[in-house]
């Protein structure tokens, strides 16, 4: 039952991991900065940011935390 649960948790955390990661804004202008010229016209707030970055790498930790439990064994 709770190894169920855990599992169901690493899964989760996996999809929301992956969704977090998409959500970030491209750090660089990649291929399009090859055609285009001048800056880009959207800009994102700085605190979101910051926020969207907390978010991930809490996820990252949760879902490594789980797949070290998962794997260990430890939980029967």
């Given at each position: 039952?709770?190894?169920?649960?855990?599992?169901w948790l690493w899964m989760?955390?996996?999809?929301?991991?992956?969704?977090?990661?998409?959500?970030?804004?491209?750090?660089?202008?990649?291929?399009?900065?090859?055609?285009?010229?001048?800056?880009?016209?959207?800009?994102?707030?700085?605190?979101?940011?910051?926020?969207?970055?907390?978010?991930?790498?809490?996820?990252?930790?949760?879902?490594?935390?789980?797949?070290?439990?998962?794997?260990?064994?430890?939980?029967?």
């Amino acid at each position: 039952m709770i190894k169920t649960t855990f599992t169901w948790l690493w899964m989760l955390s996996g999809v929301l991991l992956i969704i977090s990661v998409l959500l970030h804004s491209p750090k660089g202008d990649g291929m399009g900065g090859l055609a285009a010229s001048g800056g880009s016209m959207f800009t994102s707030a700085r605190s979101a940011e910051n926020t969207l970055n907390r978010i991930s790498w809490t996820l990252l930790a949760l879902f490594l935390g789980l797949a070290v439990v998962l794997s260990a064994g430890w939980l029967g």
